[in-house]
């Protein structure tokens, strides 16, 4: 079983549709994280949580909202997306966020179509 | 200037040859750093830690230079597995260290029988 686990691996929506990414991790880590990568570009950092509570939300619009019921499960739920949306969306965790322990461990990633 | 800078490549070099690329970084305060390896349509996996003294595993070696602000990759012997995309990671840390993770565009290296 793989430690940090992402579905759907693809997805194909409307720029009207609802939909939301689902990241589970099996490695008791306190840390996940929503990375995009768009063709050409470094990973994008859009959102942190740190022991379930969102730390970070690097300036990410707000037809994307993420939610974290727990330290293993991080959803990422889209609405009303763009065609520039589409990109690979990438979950990680790490142990914690503090020095030494930030190694981070990705998920297979959605690959995200916008129509 | 970007806050971390590779070298796109690709670099590509024929089977056994020794391979070297750098990753320049903006802040003088980092102070963690990586490899990860990037595989096609795959995700990210952590290669390797940077380390002051510099570090070794097995044919690839890591080195830092903080005087210079880069950090270096060698693979030796290289293999047609290490055909891959190779990403410099920088943790510059701070309140929100998390936040500060920077990840580079990323060397593709193309390894050819």
């Known amino acids: 079983e793989t430690g940090v686990t992402q579905t759907p691996r693809h997805l194909v929506m409307g720029m009207t549709n609802k939909k939301s990414l689902k990241c589970e991790q099996h490695l008791g880590h306190n840390a996940m994280y929503w990375y995009k990568q768009s063709a050409k570009k470094p990973l994008e950092l859009m959102f942190v949580?740190?022991?379930?509570?969102?730390?970070e939300n690097n300036s990410v619009p707000s037809r994307f909202s993420p939610e974290c019921p727990n330290s293993s499960h991080l959803f990422l739920h889209l609405h009303t997306l763009q065609p520039e949306d589409s990109a690979l969306y990438l979950c990680a965790s790490s142990q914690d966020k503090v020095a030494g322990t930030e190694k981070l461990f990705f998920g297979s990633g959605t690959q995200l179509s916008v129509l | 200037r970007k806050e971390v800078e590779q070298d796109p490549g690709p670099f590509n070099v024929p089977e056994g040859a020794t391979v070297a690329f750098n990753c320049t970084y903006s802040?003088?305060?980092?102070?963690?750093f990586f490899w990860y390896r990037q595989d096609c349509r795959k995700e990210p996996k952590l290669l390797m830690s940077v380390y002051s003294s510099g570090n070794e595993d097995g044919r690839f070696t890591a080195q830092l230079n903080r005087a210079s602000q880069y950090i270096s990759l060698l693979i030796r012997d290289s293999k047609l597995s290490d055909s891959a995309t190779y990403l410099c990671v920088v943790n510059n840390h701070g309140d929100s260290s998390a936040s500060k993770i920077i990840f580079g565009s990323g060397t593709r290296l193309s390894i050819r029988p």
């Open positions: 802040n003088s305060a980092s102070q963690s």
């Open positions: 949580y740190n022991f379930k509570e969102q730390t």
